[in-house]
Structure formats: structure tokens, C-alpha cells
């Protein structure tokens, strides 16, 4: 399992993104969903939960070993 990071969550790639992790059971041990001043705070469903998508910035990197953008 792998911590994964999707950049761009709110947008036309984040949601496909969300939609093939899904599909092809990717083993994801934990997610974060970053985006811009304007969608942070929104909500995103992953894997049947509700999940806040968080500002990218640096510090949200943290810990992450893969990045889909």
C-alpha cells in the first residue's frame, strides 16, 4: 500500500483519477486531494467516503510516495 496524493481533485482529471484508483483496486493506504485556494474546503467522494480536498501547497506533500496529476 502506498500514500497517494491526486493534485487538481475538483477538476476533470482529479475525478478521473479518483475513478480508475477505484476501478483498478490501486493500493492506497492513505489519500489526500489537493487543489487551489479556490476548491480547498470542497468535499470529494473516494472509495464511498467524503474526503476535504486541502490547499497544495509544500507541506501537504509530506509523507506522500506518489503524485497524480
Not at 500500500?1 to 480508475?20: I, Q
Not at 480547498?40 to 509530506?62: C, D, M, N, W, Y
Request: proline share 3%; aromatic share 6%; no cysteine.
Amino acid at each position: 500500500s502506498v500514500n497517494v496524493a491526486v493534485v487538481g481533485a475538483t477538476g476533470a482529471v482529479g475525478e478521473l483519477m479518483r475513478k480508475v484508483l477505484v476501478e483498478r483496486a490501486f493500493p492506497v493506504k492513505s489519500i489526500k486531494f489537493l487543489a487551489s485556494e479556490k476548491s480547498a474546503g470542497k468535499s470529494v467522494e473516494f472509495a464511498g467516503k467524503q474526503h476535504t480536498v486541502e490547499l497544495i501547497r509544500p507541506e501537504a506533500f509530506a509523507g506522500v510516495q506518489i503524485v497524480l496529476s
